[in-house]
């Protein structure tokens, strides 16, 4: 095992639990999108009124006149008018640009004005991540921002990013990104200090496409990136580094197979365990642990993923969030707002810093 | 559920005894490279001389003093000399040009020659296929071979190309992979109509890179494609479709995430089950289930992956493969000779057909 594999067991609990305790007293204002996801509005606000608390006030921001009778009175929560929603077959760019009146649009300005700290939404991905670019900006350096997900590995999470914000991506991107990742898995995820691969075809330099071949050289020329080099497919759930840095279009990719494998085997296992356990003790026992072994592997036990490189948090979330989902992707909010994530992304990126 | 999803079970042992029956008293000569993989030769020519029989002549491509002791007298085996080995650290276009008394160069060059039909290796992959490219040549009209997968999916498996033969592909070479791989289903798998899925990062005809995006018009406009248009990484394991279309770059990521997610959550349930289950029957009897979900999960079962648009089927066997996978891959050379893939492929690029 490497290193980084022989981390103690780290649940998705103990994650969400420091974030939601992170900053201590410090109040923090985390908007969240009352009209985004499937399930909205209603776990989306019992998600809210779940992490909603005297340090984390949640601003619902959706049509007043149906959240309003979903909060009860005393909740750290406050409602913002938003009477338009994007839907998920918006357009992402016009949608962005010219639905004003929309949940999405009306919750980044007050990002943007500085009345909120941090943005949650389960709604149209690309419409989040274009009007994140509109509103609350990329910080000063940045050429892109990455979506980062928090992949539910054993026996502690990883990173992997982009896994959908650019399906195109030059060299200089995926270095940023490694840059961006490094910073994310030590502020948000607190690891102390996480090692980044760049996902390749063998772990050979000269291994991959044009774009990752490059991408290697800038990373590994890059001093202040623990870069482990390329790492595999396989090495992801064998959790080879910390932080595996990809193009969107792979990352995207890769996300969806490892969420469908593991649905797949888990199913066609319980069917297995249902047929041959006879007896009852044993077949509960096992039902209670694979439920468990199930929930370490779903991604809403972290919320969301993160838009890093913006000025300010944006979470994105599951379009199926329930609650759950929805109330620990405000706890990661914010954690991103009290860690010096931003910051430490302007220090490394930044052009003062030196960067391209 | 989908048509396709709605499949019967179709165990790998089920496809397997096809391949091995394929072509009735047909004699088919199949070269295996007795110096390729992990294992070899011992288990390489364990496996050659399971799967030889009267209608299989197997010639074995090695070192003939290391070959013949561990072949017994009247098997149906054959040996010719090759004293060099292509090793998994040389560079593969200059090792297949200039190592030519290597076994996968003397093994592909006899099936140039016609001393043989089919050939099988577990070496070096970027070798194989560049000495391919040189000996037995692509099918006139193909532009790029690809590596097609067979992937132990449930209820039945599904084919996965490019693996890796092509980091970056253009939309006409996506196009040929639909193509191709849609005959390899009819043609090896024995699917009747199987349906073509281009992954992608959303089903919109317009999500994607750009070159993605201009394969799915392709494709869309390719009346002899069953196409079912986008599918994103979790279709693949639910099995949406019967043949998945991907460059060689997100392929290789893919295949190897899914193998690497498989063999994680099955190890963690393992310790799961040994550690829950008390009563000795209901923990043989979940060991026993256990074991066959693992063996249908495992890229063994179908001995290796297929070089599809050259000449003479090229079967690439994983670099760990024992007997049981050697074999498997003849019977699968066994089955690419006797079917009509070659001349469907031959047919559906050539120049005649008026491709490009």
């Known amino acids: 095992m490497t290193a980084s594999g022989a981390r103690p067991y780290v649940s998705p609990h103990d994650v969400t639990a420091a974030w939601s305790g992170a900053g201590g007293d410090r109040v923090v204002r985390v908007v969240v999108d009352a009209a985004g996801g499937d399930n909205a509005p209603a776990e989306v606000v019992r998600g809210a009124l779940a992490a909603a608390g005297p340090q984390t006030h949640v601003v619902l921001v ?31 760019a ?113 291994k991959g496409t044009p774009a990752v071949i490059e991408a290697h050289q800038l990373i590994a020329a890059d001093e202040r990136v623990r870069f482990y080099g390329n790492v595999e ?15 969107g279009f792979t990352g995207n990719v890769t996300l969806k197979t490892i969420e469908g494998a593991a649905r797949g085997i888990l199913t066609a296992l319980r069917s297995t365990i249902d047929l041959s356990v006879k007896t009852k003790v044993g077949g509960l026992l096992l039902r209670r642990d694979l439920l468990r072994l199930r929930g370490a592997l779903d991604p809403e036990e972290y919320g969301g993923a993160f838009l890093v490189g913006m000025n300010a948090p944006v979470i994105i979330a599951h379009g199926s969030s329930k609650a759950r989902g929805i109330a620990n992707a405000v706890h990661q909010g914010r954690r991103g707002v009290v860690s010096g994530l931003q910051g430490t992304i302007a220090r490394e990126l930044g052009t003062r ?4």
């Open 62 to 92: 959706g049509d007043e006149a149906v959240v309003r009778p979903l909060v009860p009175v005393g909740a750290h929560v406050s409602i913002v008018h938003a009477p338009d929603v994007i839907g998920s077959h918006d357009a992402p």
């Open 94 to 206: 016009s949608a962005a640009r010219n639905k004003t009146e929309s949940s999405i649009v009306v919750g980044l300005k007050l990002v943007h004005r500085g009345e909120a700290d941090a943005f949650v939404s389960a709604g149209n991905t690309g419409a989040v991540v274009a009007a994140s670019l509109l509103y609350v900006r990329r910080i000063p350096g940045v050429q892109r921002p990455a979506i980062c997900s928090i992949m539910p590995c054993m026996p502690a999470p990883i990173a992997l990013l982009d896994i959908g914000a650019n399906a195109e991506c030059r060299p200089e991107h995926l270095r940023q990104f490694a840059v961006m990742g490094q910073a994310f898995a030590i502020e948000v995820m607190g690891i102390p200090a996480p090692t980044v691969g760049l996902l390749s075809i063998g772990e050979e330099p000269e």
């Open 233 to 247: 497919g396989r090495d992801i759930m064998n959790r080879l580094v910390d932080v595996v840095v990809t193009d």
């Open 353 to 356: 810093a030196g960067a391209v």
